[in-house]
Each structure stands twice: as structure tokens, then as C-alpha cells.
């Protein structure tokens, strides 16, 4: 995935020097038929969280968030070794990039979640199909929101085998709090990945 470290001059907190995503393998179905609006009452995020669980409506998912530090991997695509994000090990949950910024601190979070190839459910199936202003809710363990929204466009076509990915999360637009990142693009079944890879950035409100 990404080689996740300080960047002192970046205001995301990050510096990715080669970015792989690396969002396969089988998937487990997960139907949330009916995801609601964020509670009137919930209690609303005034410091940093620690996410428990996301909420994306107008995708239609609603899943749990795991806490995944940094690993070490090799790119199949260049078969180079590289430091990146943890991601799920479940295709029906998202992972926090823990040994980066919390969501709510100032500095941008990261979040990611797999998209399926074929018939398959993940998680983020459906990221790319987000548009401005649509909600994206954070909730940690006790309750606590943190209610985003996204910002623009989702980009897509990011090349797994260059730092396109890196570039995106690095020179993130401004105001910029969670990037969703996922799969996208064809599956080359002889890297046993897919090519490219989805991010949507969402800020506070």
C-alpha cells in the first residue's frame, strides 16, 4: 500500500513514498439494506476519536472499524518491497491507519476498505459512486460522532504501480479531514490485485 511516515511540510501528516493498496482476495456478503441518518441526539466529536464504526448512507454501508498500523508487503505489480497501511482483513470492514492522525485532529485521517471484483460484496463497492456534499459519520466506541462530508469528485484511475496514490493522499485538497481510500480498475489475475486505486475526501461540518 502506501509508505506511510512524517511529513513535516504536509499538513495530512503524511509522506507516502510508494503507494499499493493492496484490496483482494474473497468476499463475505453483508447486507445493510437500510443505513439511517446519523442520531439528532449523538453525542458530536469535539476532539479526536478513535473510530469504532462508519457510517456512508448514500452507499448503503454501515461497518465496523478496525484499528490497522503500519505493514511491510511486497508490491505485486513491482515486486519491490514497500511500507503501507494495514487494511481489513474482512471485505464487510474498513481499518483505520492507526500510526497515523486520529479523525477530528486537524490533520487527515485515512480509512480504507475493499472493493470486490466481480459479483462479490466489499465494503466499498459502491465509493466511487459518492458526490459532494453526501455524509460520511464516524463513531467511536462510546457513541461519540464525528460527521463529515464529502468535499469532491472521488478520484479514480490512481496507478497501484506508480505513486499515483501517494500523489493524491500527499496533495490532498484543503480542508481535507478523512480520505476513504479502496480498490479500483481491472483485476489482474497475475498480480492477484486490482490496478488502481479510489480515494474520496470528506471534511468536517
Not at 476513504?180 to 488502481?196: I, K, N, P, Q, R
Request: with cysteine.
Amino acid at each position: 500500500m502506501a509508505s506511510p511516515a512524517e511529513d513535516g511540510g504536509s499538513s495530512s501528516g503524511l509522506a507516502v513514498l510508494v503507494v499499493l493498496l493492496t484490496l483482494v482476495g474473497g468476499g463475505f456478503f453483508y447486507g445493510y439494506d437500510e443505513v439511517t441518518d446519523p442520531a439528532a441526539d449523538a453525542a458530536v466529536a469535539s476532539t479526536p476519536i478513535v473510530p469504532a464504526s462508519l457510517s456512508v448512507p448514500a452507499i448503503g454501508v454501515e461497518p465496523p472499524v478496525e484499528s490497522r498500523g503500519t505493514v511491510q508487503y511486497e508490491n505485486p505489480f513491482t515486486g519491490q518491497p514497500v511500507t503501507g497501511y494495514g487494511v481489513p482483513e474482512s471485505m464487510a470492514t474498513t481499518s483505520w491507519w492507526s500510526d497515523g492522525p486520529q479523525p477530528g485532529s486537524g490533520q487527515m485521517a485515512v480509512v480504507l476498505g475493499h472493493d470486490v471484483p466481480g459479483d462479490e460484496a466489499g465494503v466499498f463497492d459502491g465509493l466511487a459512486d459518492l458526490e459532494p456534499g453526501d455524509a460520511v459519520v464516524l463513531t467511536d466506541a462510546a457513541g461519540t460522532q464525528l460527521q463529515l462530508q464529502v468535499i469532491q469528485d472521488p478520484l479514480t484511475g490512481l496507478d497501484k504501480a506508480t505513486s499515483d496514490l501517494s500523489d493524491a493522499l500527499n496533495g490532498h485538497p484543503e480542508g481535507a479531514d478523512v480520505a476513504l481510500v479502496t480498490c479500483g480498475g481491472e483485476y489482474d489475475s497475475s498480480a492477484g490485485a486490482s490496478e488502481e486505486n479510489v480515494v474520496v475526501f470528506a471534511s468536517v461540518v
